[in-house]
Each structure stands twice: as C-alpha cells, then as structure tokens.
C-alpha cells in the first residue's frame, strides 16, 4: 500500500512486483522485496503488518521513517526500490499469509492455451473472495469475479468454494488478457496476492517498404513484432540459416539485397530461456517472407573469342540470366540483325563472317525501368588453304 496526496492507492497502479510469501527459520534473515514503476514526489510508499486474518493492520514503515525498530529498510527509493529487511526474525514476525493456502503463480501461455490460476483460503468462513485484473501498471483495476458471481463470460471458477477453493480458469486465453490479476476477500483487499500472465502471440514479420519485390541492391527492412513484454533475443534466418541475433527490443532487420537473394525466405524466431520449449515449440512467423529480387539481364557468352577454319560451322551461344525473364534478345553483327535466337548458328563459315558480334537482352522491372544486357565476341575465321598455298610457293622457287 502507498498514499497518494494522503489518499491510499491500490499497490498494482504502479507496483512492478508485490512481495512473495516466504517461509524461513527463526533467527534467519528475510527480506521482502517490493519496487515500484514510478514513485513521484508525492507518493509515499509504507509496509504494513497483521498476525492473523481479521486482525488490525499495523504500519511499520511509511515512505523512509520506521516505526519498529524489527524492521530496517533496503534498497535505493529513488529507484523506487523499497524493500523491507527483517535481521535474526523472530517468530512472532509471522503473519498475513496465512489466509491464503494456495497462492497464484507467474504465468506464460501461448494464444489459445486454457489457463488456471489457483488460489484458495485456509478459513473463508462468511468472507467473500474476489478476483481483479489490471490489463497494464497504472491502468484501472477491473473486478472479474466476486464471490460465485462472473462479471466477464471469457472467466470462470473452478474448485469447491466451501472448502475456500477459488480457483480462475481462462479457456482459449487471448492475448489481450495478459496482466496482473489478484486474488483476495472484498472487505480486505489490501491482502491479496498477485500472478502475472503473460499471453504470448506468434510473431508477425514485415518487410519494409510494403512489399516483397524490390530491385537489385534497394535496402530493405525487415521488423518481427512479439506480443508480450519478455526479454530473450530476436533470431533472423534467411533460408532456416541464422543471419542475425539481436535483443528482442530491437525487432528490425536492415541490410541491401542482391540478385543472390532472389527467392531467398526470411523469417525470425523468438528464443528466451523462460519461456519452456513445450509452451512455445515453435515461436517462428507463420509464413516466411519470400523475396522477389529483380535485376536487368546478365549476359554472358562462350568465351570472348571463337577461331575457327573456313568452311567449318560456328556456334555463338548467348546465356541470359534476368529476373524478370528477358522480353527480348538477339545477335547484332555491327548494326545488323543477325538472329533473334539465343544461339547463331552459322553452318559454313566464310572470311567475311569475322567480325565481333553482340548478344543484347532487354526486360522491364516492376518499376517500369526498362534494362538491358550485352556481351560481345570476336569470330576469327581463318582461310583454310593459306598454310598450305605458302607452302607450295616455297617449294617452286627453290
């Protein structure tokens, strides 16, 4: 409990974590440890103390003033630590918790888990139980259940109240049911007893800009976003392979694409260690992004020069790799057309066939940019009776 402006606030406005029940020896040392969100100047945290259920309260510390020598104070209250040390305790110090037998428990389910929480009462006796949710630090306290009575149909109770069985069962637990909720008696709630669900949402992934086809070397970014505020790394795969880790508050994924990365799947998978495999077996995207690289053509041709004797065929293969495939391609000798296939074939070569000869793609990106591609190659014809003419000569004069 702390005030506020002298009004008494509920602790799960801005309480991080209520104190656990502890059980120790007498002449142990305990510590409770209670932190706050955000403490302003105005607010004044205390402790408070009672033996038994029923009885009185009593304050034992309020903001940094102790009123009972027992209890010494831990923590740095600017950070809004404020811990309640209790050296060689005595074991008329106990107190509180024995009203509840059974305490809810932190909680992580996946979307579309069941979950309980249970909590249960050593003596109700004519009380009235009460649960209470708290969707985020700071917002408004709901009731969900008071006594038998369902104040929301997506809870429900489950355990024998008259034996102070007061248990809460969520079916197909959504995601924005992750909170604080608080188990205690409605003409006692500054008693309660607090579990924290986390509901856990498989990742989304997204690629910036708004779409997977992009042109050769254009920076993309890609983002995962994980509902559910757990610490753990962020894993990005490119084709199942890991390519990047990072913490999992820093959710993008920079880099330049080539025409390499044409097809290649991208996903990302949520790994931290609190989270137990058998929960979240598989905290991946749903589906990989597939990316759709495009690039103008690359073309390449059977070496950059071809010999060959008079007479004999000639084969000037053109090999086009462009994505999108290329609309048009052909052979130029200078500036003439000289085939539109990818392979000019030339069944009895001749001198005058020498030359350099071009292969020339074009295609059209998704932009509407028009792109294109050429190589070149030298044909070298050679007269298939100089060797042996010269030859002949040589001979006749000698």
Not at 22 to 36: A, I, M, P, Y
Not at 357 to 385: H, K, Q
Request: aromatic share 10%.
């Amino acid at each position: 409990m702390f005030t506020e402006g002298g009004e008494k606030v509920h602790l799960n406005q801005v309480l991080k974590k209520p104190p656990s029940d502890t059980e120790t020896v007498v002449g142990s040392n305990v510590q409770l440890k209670c932190s706050f969100n955000n403490l302003l100047e105005n607010h004044t945290p205390q402790w408070q103390f009672k033996s038994s259920a029923g009885d009185p309260l009593v304050e034992i510390t309020i903001g940094s003033q102790i009123l009972n020598d027992k209890y010494q104070l831990t923590g740095d209250i600017s950070n809004g630590e404020y811990h309640l040390f209790i050296p060689n305790v005595a074991q008329d110090l106990s107190g509180a918790s024995s009203l509840f037998k059974e305490t809810p428990s932190d909680t992580i389910k996946v979307v579309g888990s069941n979950v309980q929480l249970n909590c249960s009462f050593n003596d109700l006796k004519s009380q009235t139980p009460q649960w209470q949710f708290q969707r985020s630090p700071g917002g408004p306290i709901v009731e969900i259940v008071v006594g038998s009575e369902i104040y929301d149909n997506k809870y429900h109770l489950r355990g024998d109240l008259s034996k102070g069985e007061f248990h809460l069962f969520i079916p197909n637990v959504a995601q924005d049911l992750s909170g604080t909720y608080d188990c205690s008696l409605l003409d006692l709630p500054e008693d309660y007893r607090s579990a924290e669900l986390t509901v856990l949402d498989f990742p989304k992934c997204r690629v910036r800009p708004q779409s997977t086809v992009v042109s050769d070397k254009d920076v993309v970014t890609f983002t995962c976003h994980i509902n559910g505020n757990l610490l753990g790394d962020l894993v990005w795969l490119r084709n199942g392979e890991e390519i990047s880790r990072r913490n999992a508050k820093t959710n993008e994924y920079r880099t330049t694409l080539k025409k390499a990365d044409n097809g290649a799947r991208y996903n990302c998978r949520y790994e931290n260690q609190s989270v137990p495999s058998h929960i979240w077996p598989n905290p991946s995207c749903s589906e990989d992004i597939i990316m759709d690289v495009q690039y103008g053509p690359d073309v390449k041709i059977n070496g950059s020069v071809i010999v060959v004797t008079e007479g004999e065929s000639a084969f000037l293969d053109c090999v086009i790799d462009a994505n999108p495939v290329a609309e048009s391609h052909n052979w130029t000798k200078g500036d003439i057309l000289v085939s539109p296939n990818l392979t000019h074939y030339i069944g009895r070569t001749k001198r005058d066939d020498a030359g350099v000869y071009e292969c020339r793609a074009s295609n059209t990106l998704y932009d509407g940019t028009s792109a294109t591609g050429n190589e070149t190659v030298f044909l070298v014809v050679e007269c298939e009776f100089t060797v042996p003419v010269i030859f002949s000569l040589f001979m006749y004069y000698l």
